[in-house]
T-cell receptor, first 114, second 109 residues
Framework: NAGVTQTPKFRILKIGQSMTLQCTQD?????MYWYRQDPGMGLKLIYY???????DKGEVPNGYNVSRSTTEDFPLRLELAAPSQTSVYFC?????????????FGQGTRLTVV | QQPVQSPQAVILREGEDAVINCSSS?????VHWYRQKHGEAPVFLMI?????EQKGHEKISASFNEKKQQSSLYLTASQLSYSGTYFC??????????FGTGTRLTIIP
């Protein structure tokens, strides 16, 4: 099992550009999450999904969009990139709601907006 | 509400012990602990549920006092491999966690 796979690992965007961060998991987990981590800080929840076709906002959703058309995939879309979106992005998944079980994290995408 | 961790950073010599604390302003039914090594993804250590039971992972154990809304992580006889940033997470609703800002642990030989 590969677990949670994120692509790309690194990306540099210019202000105003858009991109999609890919996340896929092969553990058949219903619950998936997107976090951002700023330098020296904790993880902030951007969006999450409790199953295919169902998504909801987290703490910091502005400037992002998500979709969940399959159980495996949970892409994160950045529209009109801004320097404030420079961060490391982590995707995670869990078998049960995250409040009750461990979450498995991908290796992260380091995004720089210039 | 984000849980508060203390200390923010600690430096230990190999073999020394450390305690990392996590407190919340709201009632908790569980506390989660993760470790993140530099440049890597967070990795789950343990989850503590209501009832005050202690859990263990290697020589790392933790306690949860739901009345005080606090959890403590105990690292005994620290090893170089324990270096990293430790995060506690507390449930926000049922589906998600709110993470603390982390405690950076540095172990020196």
């Amino acid at each position: 099992n590969a677990g949670v796979t994120q692509t790309p690992k690194f990306r540099i965007l210019k202000i105003g550009q858009s991109m999609t961060l890919q996340c896929t998991q092969d553990m058949n987990h219903n619950y998936m999450y997107w976090y951002r981590q700023d330098p020296g800080m904790g993880l902030k929840l951007i969006y999450y999904s409790v199953g295919a076709g169902i998504t909801d906002k987290g703490e910091v959703p502005n400037g992002y969009n998500v979709s969940r058309s399959t159980t495996e995939d949970f892409p994160l879309r950045l529209e009109l990139a801004a320097p404030s979106q420079t961060s490391v992005y982590f995707c995670a998944s869990s078998y049960l709601p995250q409040g009750n079980t461990e979450a498995f994290f991908g290796q992260g995408t380091r995004l720089t907006v210039v | 509400q984000q849980p508060v961790q203390s200390p923010q950073a600690v430096i230990l010599r190999e073999g020394e012990d450390a305690v990392i604390n996590c407190s919340s302003s709201k009632a908790l039914y569980s506390v989660h602990w993760y470790r993140q090594k530099h440049g890597e993804a967070p990795v789950f250590l343990m989850i503590l549920l209501k009832g005050g039971e202690q859990k263990g992972h290697e020589k790392i154990s933790a306690s949860f006092n739901e009345k005080k809304q606090q959890s403590s992580l105990y690292l005994t006889a620290s090893q170089l491999s324990y270096s990293g940033t430790y995060f506690c997470g507390t449930p926000f609703g049922n589906e998600k966690l709110t993470f603390g800002t982390g405690t950076r642990l540095t172990i020196i030989p």
